[in-house]
């Protein structure tokens, strides 16, 4: 659901307002079943969903019913043909999602280079049906299928699942579209047990994430997103200053939709998995993992590296390369996210094998060594977003070449860097790093405070209504669109 | 979180001086291992503290874990040190929810000299356990 869409709200109101009149009226008469509040959650996912996107509803529908009727039959079979059931389905939604999403990058990329290498023509373009356009949340729900089917073959409860709960697992409104990806074992029993119920504790809560999330995408997110110039290749100053610009979007953009829907599950009694930890407090690769898009890290982890290693541990450092470089051709059909996965990998690895032995000499000698854990690890991350944002290889090429030549660092190019900016637009950009910086250091207080969450501080009830108020007076005029939308 | 496998047998006949007593054992021995594997004092070691604070890596956490099995002759889920990522929550719910009494107990194979102890045959997890539960081979 695209939150920063005026219609999402529209829809659920319009959907709202006589569904709840009736409900009520239903419960006056005690003519309220409580299926019938499943129900109307069901009908309130699937009409915003297709308010979102019909096309991606289509593909959506008929993956529901498919797997719905498979791990039914999944769970009545046993051995083997349990396992049979279990490997068909997932290859289907798998077959689905690479349809979509990496068919044509392997026939107009792959292909190309082999055939190319080898001395023949390219192949000529695909013209399939939806070929150039990935449905919306097709990535996200296509994992959570297949979770879905791993972990109920794997879990001791055969029971048979109900329709509308299985509904309800894959289709809820507030992460369907864009996460967190959920699991069976947290999600499914909240589902089951779901009963619309608006009490004031849920809906204080609901509202600080709500708070939070908004003033992130709305005011940080999308004031930062206009500065971003992809083109910029020749100055070295500005392809870093722009990268961190990013990497302060991409986090805001993508936490802020995840803490609007935490709050809107949470205004419904349901708690989700809180997506992000304050990512940018960590002093460690390892730790960066822990805390960025927690939802799809654990996926890969538990469905990819674990899986693929069984007992083989000491090919652990080679599994783990290939998890990560799958989870950055996850992100997109593209070699720069291929190259982004691959690089955090081996970030990760040059930190075990390299990195230890330095940091421990380094810890003995400098007065700061978590500053500098912390700042090495921001560094890097900023640089890794280099790869991320940058889908035309030969221009991010040439962005590497500049980075690494000195002369790109000269002073004529940091006075060509700000006369780029007029005073403006210096002032806007000046007042979303001021807020930026405060939100990120406010994290890391909750941290240093080693408080329960790491938005602590910044879900206080005080703080909610001043983020809130701060969302209404600085929300960029023109919304940029969710940056995970396009996964 | 799903565990995977586990052979988790709560404990809940465990007197409350026992279970401080188990979990400071259990403490102790991870933080032996982390303090050998990450070439750290162990002195240094906060059980308070995130394990990723101290440069545990995944690779880090799966050997651990294979030890730790090693150690209580316990099959534990292969995310213990992600789902419980401080050395005082993992070692509390190894106490909590599994039966660890008798890799405990003074004297027992497994509780002299765990760290020098040569390494079990590696237990098959993942795709190649499910399939040979399935074939039974």
């Known amino acids: ?487 | 979180m799903q565990l995977q496998n586990s052979s988790s047998k709560p404990n809940p006949e465990l007197q409350p001086a026992d279970t401080a007593t188990s979990v400071k054992a259990i403490e102790a021995w991870l933080a032996t291992k982390l303090a050998k594997q990450l070439r750290l004092d162990v002195k240094t070691l906060s059980v308070h503290e995130p394990l990723t604070r101290y440069g545990l890596d995944s690779i880090d956490a799966v050997t651990l874990v294979g030890d730790l099995e090693d150690w209580l002759g316990l099959e534990l889920p292969s995310t213990l040190l992600w789902d419980y990522p401080t050395i005082e929550k993992a070692s509390q719910y190894l106490v909590k929810d599994f039966d660890i009494s008798a890799a405990l107990a003074p004297g027992s194979e497994s509780n002299s000299e765990q760290s020098d102890a040569p390494d079990a045959p590696a237990k098959t997890q993942g795709w190649g356990n499910l399939w040979r539960q399935i074939s039974g081979s």
């Not at chain 1, 280079?113 to 356009?133: E, F, Q, V």
């Not at chain 1, 940018?280 to 290693?309: G, N």
């Open chain 1, 1 to 487: 659901m695209n939150f920063s869409d005026f219609s999402f709200w529209w829809v659920l109101l319009l959907f709202s307002i006589p569904f709840f009149t009736i409900r009520s009226l239903g419960k006056s008469m005690n003519l309220w079943w409580p299926i019938l509040d499943g129900i109307g959650l069901m009908a309130m996912s699937l009409i915003l969903f297709v308010n979102a996107s019909r096309s991606s509803f289509a593909i959506f529908i008929f993956e529901l019913i498919f797997n719905y009727a498979m791990v039914e039959l999944m769970l009545r079979r046993k051995g083997q043909a349990a396992v049979a059931i279990a490997t068909a389905v997932i290859a289907v939604d798998i077959a689905i999602l690479a349809y979509f999403k990496y068919l044509n990058f392997f026939v107009e990329d792959v292909l190309s280079l082999m055939l190319g290498s080898l001395g023949y023509a390219a192949p000529t373009k695909l013209n399939l049906p939806g070929m150039y356009s990935i449905p919306p949340g097709l990535s996200f729900y296509s994992f959570q299928m297949v979770a879905f089917v791993v972990d109920s073959f794997r879990s001791r409860d055969k029971k048979a699942i109900g329709f509308v709960d299985y509904v309800n697992f894959v289709s809820f409104f507030p992460q369907v579209v864009a996460g967190p990806i959920e699991r069976r074992s947290d999600f499914f029993p909240q589902i089951e047990a779901f009963r619309f119920k608006f009490s004031w504790s849920n809906l204080e809560a609901g509202f600080c994430w709500l708070s939070l999330g908004l003033f992130m995408k709305l005011v940080l997110a999308d004031n930062l997103a206009p500065y971003i110039q992809l083109e910029e290749s020749a100055n070295a100053w500005l392809l870093w200053f722009f990268a961190y610009l990013f990497t302060l979007r991409i986090y805001f953009d993508f936490a802020g939709y995840s803490f609007i829907a935490l709050g809107l599950a949470q205004i419904l009694g349901i708690r989700l998995t809180v997506n992000f930890l304050a990512p940018y407090t960590a002093q460690s690769i390892q730790e960066f993992w822990r805390r960025w898009h927690v939802t799809l890290s654990t996926w890969f982890r538990d469905y990819v590296f674990l899986p693929l290693m069984g007992s083989k541990k000491q090919w652990a450092p080679f599994f783990l390369l290939v998890t990560f470089t799958l989870s950055g051709f996850w992100h997109g059909a593209a070699w720069n996210f291929v190259l982004w996965g691959a690089y955090h990998g081996l970030l990760l690895l040059v930190l075990r094998y390299a990195g230890r032995p330095f940091h421990r000499f380094v810890g003995q000698h400098l007065f700061m060594p978590q500053f500098l854990s912390w700042a090495l690890t921001f560094g890097s991350v900023i640089l890794g977003c280099l790869f991320f944002m940058e889908s035309d290889i030969g221009r991010l090429g040439l962005k590497m070449q500049t980075l690494l030549n000195p002369l790109a660092y000269s002073l004529s190019n940091v006075s060509q860097a700000l006369s780029s900016f007029s005073a403006n637009e210096l002032f806007a950009l000046a007042l979303t790093l001021t807020l930026a910086t405060t939100v990120l250091l406010l994290e890391h207080m909750a941290v240093w405070q080693k408080r329960d969450c790491e938005y602590a501080i910044l879900r206080s009830p005080l703080m909610a209504r001043a983020l809130f108020g701060l969302t209404i007076l600085f929300a960029a005029n023109i919304p940029s669109k969710f940056i995970y939308f396009q996964f």
